[in-house]
């Protein structure tokens, strides 16, 4: 029996549902505006803090090595093992170190009496090296040469006109004025080129306290600019960085923020033509993220100290225009707002056609859906409402989300099965993929993939890394003699004999053919030979018979390799290195570990 309508059923759908959608309209763009321009600058904010950190970490490690330099120089000098007398006898030291540090521009020793020698590294020309001097001619010209053989003087390549007295040269002054500290000299504009550079020097005194001369290391400052202008500097953002004073030193946009002007000076920031950095000086000594406007424009800016030691600061700002942050997003926002407005419209249009078409045909749905004849459908009761299309209504879904929900509920345990075989599939593959199908070790593809990963850990934790290649001693002979079932065999019993004595956290590999790879997180090169000399000296005491060689026995080859991992060298290198001491040891006669570090390494070896 059909219950008399109290409320118009058409009016009950559509007034709250419209009221709701112009409400939820409404928050929804004011939110998302607020929340697009917070996004925007916190995005900002961010993008400035991470780029100035990453310059800020280049300067350093640029300028790291230079203390150290100047104080082992120090040291050396005033021991005797650089020349005072024959200046010309410390160029191979000084070139080793310009090698070992390709950041650096010049490694040089300046005497007293106005002599000087140095390494160079010309700013224009970063891969070449030369020797400067001015003690080869009496008019003190500083001259070129290029090293020789024996990295002493070669050829003369060039000189610069005009006397050069080193007492007059920043670094110089700097040393003399400061004889008891290192000293960073001003930054002074280079001789033969246009670009800039800045040195660290160090006075040295003999025992009684007599001026030996100022040793100094010098970096270029278009090293600087040259990073800073390879960064993405993303949102049209401008880093520059400079010095106490507000002098420039570099800028990643050398086209729109110039660091010297057109006679190769220096600019300040009060002083540049640029409006933008004329206004930054009164506000550089807030250090944390704020903003400012100029000609009507907002800029975020991020300020950074650098600090090098020895008294010596520098400052890097990041700068970020507003308009270039937001107007992506707000038009991203205005888009967004614009297609929600429509669909807003839409579903208010679809409410109103919905209220005037749900009343009729609901009685329609309520009794079609009412012909399901399942046995808990005649035992349903469908309570009493004022709104009779509502409880049909509800009497026909119940019954068919009843239905549905089994039918999902089937298929998501389905799936669920099906998802865990592929997952063990994988794994199996993936295991497969990464085994020595032969030995059962890792093959070389699972070396290559973990020896990175071990790596980037020893070097992100300062650890020693350690790696010993092994080779099988005339494999090739044995598997012609006994044939290449046997030599599996040989494999077999090796891979296994090195499993039982490498510790657990090392990888050990099948790096190719008769050849294994062991590598061996935090260990030095001392503990690595020891451990390749228990494997030696334990596999020939196994005695894996073969009587095509002296010995009779299966032995073993090995390289070790060692090394701190740091920017300056790579796992190929370690690599490198392992595989020319293998070398080194087939070389010496086999059956024996290379480098030699105790006397036991090669006491038992018995030439095969």
Known sequence: ???????????????PFSLLLIAAATVFCVTSYHNSQNQALSMAHSFARELSLRISQYVSQLTQVMPAITEINSLELQNGN???EQPEQNTPWLLAQLRQHPQLSFVSIAYI????IAAARPPDHAGKIEIASNIFNSQRVLEGFEPNATEHLGKMIGKIRGVYDPRQRPFMLCALAHPDTPCWGKVYRYLDSGNYGISLSRAVFNQHGEMLGVVAADIALNRLNEFMARLNMGFGGIAFLTESDGTLLA???????????????????SHHPAALLQALPHVTEQKQPHRFEVNGL?????????????????QLMVLVPEQNIAAPMMQQLRASLIWTAILFGLMILVGVILARKIARPIEKLARLASQNNLPKLAAHQVESTRFVEV???????TMLAK????????????VHNRTLALQEANQRLTMLSQQDPLTGIANRRAFSDKFAVIWQQALQQQQPLSMILCDIDFFKAFNDNFGHQAGDAALIAVAQHLRQHVPSEALLARYGGEEFAVVLPNTTLADAVDLADMIRRSLFAKAIARDDVPCGVVTLSLGVGSCLPSASNTLQQLIKQADELLYVAKAAGRNQVQPVLTACALSDAVPV
């Open 298 to 314: 907002g800029y975020l800016l991020e300020v950074r100290d650098i600090r090098l030691g020895h008294q010596l600061t520098w």
């Open 391 to 397: 409880s049909y209504l509800e009497y026909g879904l």
């Open 251 to 269: 800028s990643s946009n050398p086209q729109q923020i110039a660091a010297v002007d057109n006679a190769g000076q220096r600019y300040q920031l």
């Open 403 to 414: 239905a549905q929900l089994n039918s999902i509920q089937m298929l998501e345990q389905q």
């Open 82 to 84: 650089l020349s005072v």
């Open 113 to 116: 009496d106005g002599r000087y």
């Open 1 to 15: 029996m059909l219950l008399p309508r109290s409320y118009p059923l058409r009016l009950v759908i559509l007034l």
